[in-house]
């Protein structure tokens, strides 16, 4: 398994190898041991969780205030855009957000530390997403931002057909960063 930094601070892809043959595939999606080589606490995860999504859905951009959460994001079934946006005021990459495709053929897994917003849209017909999250979910702490605010400028390679209505009505991260609410 190899590890690349991404294009922001402290943002990781760890990309298996998958054996491969006529039957399909095996791949080793984690690894604690090369979790902790980069800093990565294994034992921290305390929470999975998986999505499903229809073609064109969009998810995003979530956070969580108080201590943030770090998740370790894999798409299953499917591909999608992973986008993640630096909200950390202390860090260098602030208010930068950098893209990822993640599939069930490259079996890539992105590592979100604490203090991002995250989020994707689906490129195919139907995605299965699965997440190891650092923190048990706490609905009173959730942060969204809307996805296409022209602060942040993300460039979504599809048309939105499908937004929950939590991420309809996201803040502007404008107003995320006006205040005292730190992911």
Avoid at 29 to 56: E, L, M
Avoid at 108 to 124: A, D, E, K, N, T
Wanted: proline share 5%.
């Amino acid at each position: 398994m190899r590890v690349e930094s991404g294009q922001l601070n402290d943002v990781l892809l760890f990309r298996p190898s998958p054996s491969r043959d006529d039957r399909g595939f095996f791949t080793r999606t984690f690894d604690a041991d090369v979790a902790a080589a980069h800093g990565i606490d294994a034992a921290a995860f305390v929470q999975d969780s998986q999505s499903r999504s229809a073609a064109g859905t969009l998810r995003g951009l979530h956070g969580r205030r108080g201590e943030g959460e770090a998740k370790l994001v894999r798409c299953a079934r499917g591909a999608i855009l992973d986008v993640v946006v630096d909200a950390r005021p202390e860090s260098s990459t602030f208010g930068r957000h950098q893209a990822f495709r993640l599939d069930d053929e490259e079996l890539c897994v992105l590592y979100v530390p604490r203090g991002f917003l995250h989020g994707f849209q689906v490129l195919s017909q139907e995605v299965d997403i699965c997440y190891r999250i650092d923190r048990r979910h706490d609905p009173a702490e959730d942060v969204s931002v809307r996805y296409d605010d022209p602060d942040l400028g993300i460039d979504w390679p599809l048309p939105v057909d499908a937004l929950s209505p939590r991420d309809a009505a996201a803040g502007s991260w404008r107003e995320l960063v006006g205040s005292d609410v730190r992911c």
